[in-house]
Structure formats: C-alpha cells, structure tokens
C-alpha cells in the first residue's frame, strides 16, 4: 500500500475513492474498526464510502492501494455494493468516538477526542494507535493542550459516552457536506446523537438539512428544539417545504409554531396549508423569481444570479403587474433564462414574454401536472388564481418530491435486492 503509515482518519473525510480505471466510486465518510477481547487497540477493517444515491458500502482495507491528502485509490474496480450496517463488535471512528470526553493517563488530564490515527504494522495490519485530544482549561478563551498518546494511555473510549459529549469536531468533519449529504449522515447516528448534532447546526444549515430528511426524522429533530427555536427553523426554510412539515404535526401545534414566526413569513405557509393535497396549490412554492413587465433583461440576469435561489426557480422569470409578492397582481407571461441569455442587455422583460402555454390553477392534480411539464419540457409552471394573479410556480424537484414514495428519503427503505459484484470477496474482511 502506498500510503503513510500512520493517518489520521478526520482527515480523510470527503476525500474522493476511485477505483483503477480512475472513476470516481463515492466519498469517504468514516473507518470501521473491530474491537478485540484482548487489551490491544482495535484493528482497521476498511473504510465506509458514500456512493451515488447516498448509498454508503464497506471497502475492506485490503483493497485500497493508497491514502493521501487528497484521494483514496483502490487495487480492484470490483465492489460489494450491500449497504454497509455496523456489527456488534464493530465501531464506526469518526460517528463514535470524535468529542468524546475522556482522560489521559498518567496526568490524569481531561479532554476531548479530536482525532484518531490508525497505523499499520510491519504484517501489513492496521490498527488504531494514537489519539489527538484537546485538554480542558475551564477558560472560554484559551484552548486546551493538545495531547497525542497511544491508545492505551487513553480512559473513556469504549462504552457509553459521558452525558455532556461535545458536537464541534464531528461537525468540522461534516461541515463540507451537502444538506442531502449530511441528511443521510444524521439517518446513521443514534437519535439522541443526531438530534444533539441537528441542534449545534446554525439555523440556516438546519433548516437545508431538514427539507433533505424523511417526515418522521423532520418531526423528531423539529420535537427536541425548544418552540421558538422550532419556529426559527421554519422561518429559513422555504415555505413550501414548512408547510410539508407542519403537515406532520397536529392542527393545534401547526397553530403554536406559525404563531411564533413572523408574520410575513408565516403568512405563506399559512395559504400553502389551506390547498388540498396532491394539487398544484400543494407542492408550489410561493417564491418563485417574479419581476415587473418594465425591469430590463439585465436586471433579471442579475436576479437570477442570486445564489440562494435553487437551480429549478432560477431557470425562469415570472412576469406580472403590480404587486410582485404572491399573490401577485395580473400575470403576463413566463422569460426563460436560454432567453435572457439571447437579449439586449436594455430590452425589457415586456417585450420578451412567453405567455402561450396556459398557467396552472391551484387545484390542477399531480398527474396531470406532471404530463403537462413533461410535454412541453419545462422545469416549472406559473400558478395562478381565478383572478388570473399569480399565486407561485411548480418546481420539477417539486413534482419529483411528490411524485416518488413518500419514503422516498428514508435511506432504509431505499434497498432493492443487493448487487454484490465479485462476490466471492463480499465480506472478506468483515468475517468472524
């Protein structure tokens, strides 16, 4: 293998695996160990990659061929595509052992766990050897003594975690990840572990993170936040995704928690809450990019360019008298950003319009949304009430929200029947 002998695995979080032909498997997320009866650290068994459709897999350490800064290449393009599970003897590093609190001997120092590296021995066995962890000062304002001792030396690593277990490691490790990314990360973790994770996120990357989890995580995480923090929550995300929460929870608690959120931000919540399921009403969000008839092409590039707006909602300009928060005054007509791309600088949205392919009403059902969307191969559709004002537009990750299994996100109810490649090597590390 060529790699250094020691590496610290934090830092291998993210790193991209290829296999031999140089295509990209999936990422690294954690190292598996097995723990031993003996007094001898735990052995490496192989690392858990993320691949495509947040499915995570075993990669025995005895097919990777080299670690560095910047990837994780494997020896065999062959892979066991089961989704990894954890054993009983089994601890994932990164998920149980970064900010646990323990003590180093024989100071009898206090501390927490910000690392670990695994090294490999002269058989060719890796092993987890030393352990970085940070010193308690008690001061806010200094940080700790960074200590670095063998494994041995270390108390508190195995068994169950102090009650007072720190966060801030384990989110620097996932902090460069995806909202789905991290959403499926969370699903991994003991739900008392994942709701103190949610809870150290800031509100923003929560609210990103939540819209990507299934209904029944949303509930639980949104239940062990305090109700105003709850209602904080709510007021980041979109309000077509708010809505889809609070319609997880009961009338009188929906009540508590739009009481809470401001006005202007509870207030289209509160009108996607009163369309029937199923309709166009109830999947459209409320903010799609809206501009005046007399705003030039620049401008709407300009808008478009926003990098909060999601790709679906920047792909066009929704046109309409005044006023332009929805309800909107009289609709006129739809510019697609190929368009905006095509037009004088100077040329008004007025002028470039496209208005001949009828908007949706808010009762409009699901199927038939979808057909019409597919027909004319659009990425969103304008809603509009009986008054011809614009009321929000249906986004194709709307219809796709809508249109998969409601569990679709639940990555255990995701697995079909498993597809082992190689399969006489499925498992071959992991045995006994």
Not at 115 to 126: F, L, N, P
Not at 176 to 194: F, I, S, T, W, Y
Not at 298 to 314: D, H, K, M, N
């Amino acid at each position: 293998m060529t790699t250094p002998n020691r590496v610290y695995i934090a830092r291998l979080a993210g790193l991209t695996v290829f296999d031999p032909n140089g295509d990209q498997v999936g990422r690294v997320r954690d190292a598996v160990a097995r723990l031993r009866t003996s007094n001898r650290p735990p052995q490496v068994v192989g690392l858990v990659a993320e691949m495509p459709m947040r499915r995570r897999i075993f990669l025995s350490i005895n097919r990777i061929t080299s670690i560095d800064g910047e990837a994780v290449a494997l020896g065999s393009g062959t892979l066991n595509l089961r989704r990894f599970s954890k054993r009983p003897n089994e601890l994932l590093v990164l998920e149980d052992l970064l900010d646990r609190r323990v003590r180093v001997e024989p100071s009898g120092a206090q501390g927490t766990v910000v690392d670990v590296a695994m090294e490999c021995s002269r058989t060719g066995e890796w092993a987890l050897s030393r352990i970085a962890v940070r010193e308690h000062t008690g001061r806010l304002t200094r940080r700790g003594h960074l200590h670095q001792v063998g494994w041995a030396d270390v108390r508190g690593l195995l068994g169950a975690p102090d009650g007072e277990r720190g966060t801030a490691n384990l989110l620097a490790v996932l902090e460069e990840m995806r909202p789905a990314d991290l959403a499926n990360a969370l699903q991994e973790l003991p739900d008392a572990r994942r709701n103190e994770l949610a809870a150290a996120l800031d509100d923003e990357r929560l609210a990103d993170v939540l819209s990507e989890l299934p209904e029944r995580d949303q509930v639980e995480i949104l239940a062990a936040l305090d109700r105003e923090r709850a209602a904080d929550i709510l007021e980041e995300m979109d309000p077509d995704d708010a809505a889809d929460l609070l319609n997880e929870l009961s009338p009188p608690e929906q009540d508590v928690l739009l009481d809470l959120m401001r006005p202007d931000e509870a207030d289209p919540v509160r009108q996607l809450l009163k369309y029937n399921p199923g309709t166009a009403g109830s999947v459209m969000t409320s903010e799609p990019v809206i501009m005046p008839p007399d705003a030039t092409v620049a401008e709407a590039l300009a808008r478009i360019r926003e990098p909060q707006l999601s790709p679906a909602v920047a792909a066009q300009v929704f046109v309409t008298r005044a006023p332009l928060a929805t309800p909107t005054g009289r609709y006129l007509g739809i510019v697609h950003f190929q368009r905006l791309l095509r037009e004088p600088p100077a040329e008004l949205l007025g002028g470039v319009v496209d208005n001949d392919i009828d908007p949706l009403q808010p009762a409009t059902p699901l199927p038939e949304i979808t057909r019409r969307m597919a027909t004319y191969d659009l990425v969103a559709m304008p809603v509009v009430d009986a008054a011809n004002r614009l009321v929000g537009a249906v986004t194709v990750d709307d219809v796709l929200d809508h249109s998969l299994p409601r569990n679709w996100r639940d990555r255990d109810a995701t697995d079909g029947p498993a597809r082992v490649l190689d399969a006489s090597h499925a498992g071959e590390a992991r045995s006994g």
